[in-house]
Structure formats: structure tokens, C-alpha cells
Nanobody, 119 residues
Framework: QVQLVESGGGLVQAGGSLRISCAAS????????MGWYRQAPGKQRELVALISRGGSTNYGDSVKGRCTISRDTAKNTVDLQMNSLKPEDTAVYYC?????????????WGQGTQVTVSS
């Protein structure tokens, strides 16, 4: 199966920046979309950003204007640059990859990386 490994999470002060990364490996057929979701304690998991093979992007309303997602399709990696971070950005950030295989899309998830923003 496809496995996702994340890195770059940590502690940052409000107003600061952080860059997190995700690398896909394993039996990859074709990853159509890669991106990030996040989940704070007591809240539902929400979209942060997605990017397709062609480079089109989609951002969640809570991070628009503050985050930039990028992808290296050949290396099956995706990065998320986060700026002007706020305490409410504190959450576990999960990498996701959607693979097209056998006529359907299968989603793969990473283990999650903690991002904490202090006030």
C-alpha cells in the first residue's frame, strides 16, 4: 500500500511561519491529488489545502491567504508553507493522497504531525 511520511511540525509563536512536508512511498499506481487536513481537539477534521497533478489548488477558508501548497509529482512529495500563524491553527495536521486505481479513487492518510501555535 501507499505510505505517507510527514515532517516539519512543531511549536511556533503567533505570527510566525512553519513549513511541513509529506512524502509518499510504496506501491504507487497514480496519485491524483495530495494535500493536508487538520483536526483540533473536540473538532471535526477540516480541509487545509489540496493540489492536483496538474498543479491546481484548493484551500480551506480558514487558511486562505496564509498558506501555500506545492508538489513535486516526480518525487511524490507535497509541502505546505504556513505564514501568519494563529493560535487557532493549533492542530494535528494529516497528509492525504488520493490514488486513482482500478477505476476508483482510494485515499491514503499519514500518521499526523502536531503543529502548536503559542500566543
Amino acid at each position: 500500500q501507499v505510505q505517507l511520511v510527514e515532517s516539519g511540525g512543531g511549536l511556533v509563536q503567533a505570527g510566525g511561519s512553519l513549513r511541513i512536508s509529506c512524502a509518499a512511498s510504496g506501491k504507487i499506481v497514480s496519485i491524483k491529488v495530495m494535500g493536508w487536513y487538520r483536526q483540533a481537539p473536540g473538532k471535526q477534521r477540516e480541509l487545509v489545502a489540496l493540489i492536483s497533478r496538474g498543479g491546481s489548488t484548493n484551500y480551506g477558508d480558514s487558511v486562505k491567504g496564509r498558506c501555500t501548497i506545492s508538489r513535486d509529482t516526480a518525487k511524490n512529495t507535497v509541502d505546505l508553507q504556513m505564514n501568519s500563524l494563529k493560535p487557532e491553527d493549533t492542530a494535528v495536521y494529516y497528509c492525504k493522497a488520493d490514488e486513482f486505481s482500478r477505476g476508483l479513487i482510494t485515499s491514503h492518510w499519514g500518521q499526523g504531525t502536531q503543529v502548536t501555535v503559542s500566543s
